[in-house]
């Protein structure tokens, strides 16, 4: 490896970053998770493997397997320096409830989770909702378009469909679209922001 | 990078065990600080570092030359996160490495960093 090269140097931060925050991106496979990283990301979005045991991922009926068998997961996760001192991440990850466990220390202390939705697929997102729920992490939902997308759904059906909280905000995105991309990681934050704030207002 | 609708791409596949192996046996860091978005940087260059180092361990110094985070860290040495973390966290120890911390597990992000974040994204529109 020859240091000093610019292509190596692109990777760094600047030295005056001091601190980084992480947003999730989750959804099922294919549903754009990567296209909206890479949309807004600075640097070409990078990818991370982790294995899980597959005692862990919770297939019990493989015990003779388990001890010389791992599941690899990937993640793919971009970058964005909002300021001199402040950068961002975007780490997607698989939704499905079986990958949570391993991201779970790892996911500690995001500020937030964007939900990515393919309304063909609306049954594969009730798994990662609920999870949410339960944890109670702060989540917006992205309704990806793909072209035969079915036209009917509107935002109120959706929140219906998908058995939401009225306060969680639901956004129509296109994840090839910087803009739009960006518009939905605008309202998760600012939908943080209101739930933070509420959270303090605990009565004396 | 993705399969055709609804089969299970590449991204998920079975491999055999290996990681453990880098790290002595430990699958999990000693100290419980280091996160995805931890950003490293080295105090000093590689060649400071005891013969005993493993190859791991300089090939992570080397690469936290400049800021970066575990996450970038891992992914450019092609290495598994939990893998990193653990060399990240021995490094931290042996006071090769600075840790930039992120935001502690437990804490409640302030609104003056949500803020900041909200700035800094519409400030990209
Ligand atoms: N029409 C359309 N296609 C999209 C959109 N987002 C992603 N895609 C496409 O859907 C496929 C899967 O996207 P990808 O980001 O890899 O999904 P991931 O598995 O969730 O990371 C890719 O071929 C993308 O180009 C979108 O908003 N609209
Ligand atoms: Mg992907």
Redesign the pocket.
């Given at each position: 490896m020859v240091s000093g090269s610019s292509a190596e140097d692109h990777r760094y931060l600047p030295d005056s970053v001091e601190q980084a925050v992480k947003l999730l991106v989750v959804?099922?496979?294919?549903?754009?998770?990567?296209?909206?990283i890479g949309s807004v990301s600075e640097i070409a979005p990078l990818r991370t493997e982790e294995t899980m045991t597959a005692a862990s991922i919770g297939v019990d009926d493989l015990a003779g397997l388990a001890a010389k068998t791992t599941t690899t997961v990937a993640m793919?996760f971009g970058r964005v320096t909002l300021n001199p001192r402040l950068a961002l991440y975007l780490f997607?990850t698989p939704g499905q409830r079986r990958f949570w466990d391993l991201w779970e220390g790892l996911a500690e202390g995001a500020l937030g989770v964007l939900v990515?939705v393919d309304t063909r697929r609306l049954e594969d997102s009730f798994e990662v909702l609920e999870q949410l729920e339960l944890r109670g992490l702060p989540f917006a939902v992205a309704v990806?378009?793909?072209?035969d997308t079915p036209r009917h759904h509107t935002v109120e059906n959706l929140r219906q469909a998908l058995d939401l909280l009225e306060e969680t905000p639901v956004v129509m995105?296109?994840?090839?679209q910087r803009r739009a991309s960006l518009d939905a990681l605008i309202t998760l934050v600012e939908y943080v922001m209101r739930s933070a704030e509420s959270a303090q207002e605990v009565p004396v | 990078?993705?399969g055709p609708r609804g089969a299970a791409?590449a991204?998920y596949q079975d491999t055999p065990l290996r990681p453990y192996v880098l790290t002595g046996g430990r699958a999990r860091p000693s100290r419980n600080t280091i996160a995805l978005d931890t950003l490293l940087v080295a105090t000093g260059p590689a060649s400071d570092l005891p013969v005993s180092a493993s190859r791991q361990e300089r090939a992570l110094l080397r690469m936290c030359t400049r800021l970066l985070s575990l996450a970038e860290a891992a992914a450019h040495l092609e290495l598994p996160v939990s893998v990193v973390s653990v060399l990240a966290s021995d490094l931290v120890d042996a006071g090769r490495l600075t840790a930039r911390t992120s935001i502690p597990p437990a804490a409640r992000p302030d609104q003056d960093l949500l803020q900041e974040v909200l700035d800094g994204l519409r400030k990209l529109r």
């Open positions: 959804g099922a496979f294919g549903v754009g998770k990567t296209t909206l793919d997607g990515i990806n378009h793909f072209p995105c296109d994840a090839r | 990078m993705t791409p991204d």
